[in-house]
């Protein structure tokens, strides 16, 4: 199988160490342009988009496969194996913090550290856990979006990404929900809103950043908070961005933030 047609993989960047970032749910490579960039005279940058989603091959898509985040972690090694990335920075967007985190747990090697801008471990509350959304929450959510899929992308793309000075971030997050297959979509967003890995958190192996941002729908304080307290050595760092789009909406702080971790 060509991995380079299959996930849209496009290689940039003058440096030797590779540098990966993985998009978000709904999203595409093309939300990391205005942040790639200020890291490619350093690393090897290497973007892709996961199976259904950007440029990629949906024709390679099956159902079971991507029925849990662990199909979309293969997705991350497969890319590795065909270029032979080793000792990777990973910078993981919403979902892809905790997709990052099952690839290198599955195989350290490939990876050096993780950047991780605001994950999620768990979605759903419960006694003792806050993760901003009830089960109801979800359920309803996931149910919109098998009977109304536009009109679901169209209220939670401004709802996600906030900024409301900026209207033009909203429309963008919202163009890219509708442009993708809505029977992918809402199978990743069950893969993705029904998972719990805070489990997983404790067997992370690499030096990690947590990029928190200030007023996060889909990933409150709280969850950043937690995601700190149970990965040993990770650094947390509470952003003055808000949304949940950092890598859009603040770009600049977002930079900086990385390049204080890597630096």
Known sequence: MDIYKRNNVTVRGQGVQPMIFAHGFGCGQHMWRHIWPAFEKDYKIVLFDYVGSGGSDNTAYNPERYDS??????????????????????????????????????????FSSLVMVGPSAKYIDE???????????????????????????????????????RPELAEELTESFCSTDPVIARQFAQATFLSDNRTDLANAKHRT???????????????????????????????????????????????????????
Not at 134 to 139: A, M, T
Request: a negative charge; glycine letters at 8%.
């Open 209 to 263: 950043l947590i990029m928190q941002c200030s007023n996060d729908l889909i990933a409150p304080v709280e969850v950043g908070e937690f995601i700190h307290s149970q990965m040993p050595g990770s650094v947390y760092h509470l952003m003055q961005a808000t949304g949940h789009c950092p890598h859009l909406s603040a770009p600049d702080e977002t930079i900086e933030v990385i390049q204080e971790f890597l630096f």
């Open 127 to 165: 006694p003792g856990y806050l993760g901003g959304f009830s089960k109801q929450d979800i359920e309803e959510l996931l149910d919109t979006m098998e009977k109304n899929y536009i009109g679901w992308a169209n209220f939670l793309g401004p709802a996600i990404m906030q900024n409301d000075d």
């Open 69 to 110: 985040l662990n199909g979309y972690a293969q997705d991350v090694l497969d890319i590795c194996n065909a270029l032979d990335l080793k000792d990777c920075v990973f910078v993981g967007h919403s979902v892809s913090c905790i997709i990052g985190l099952l690839a290198s747990i599955k195989d350290p090697e490939r």
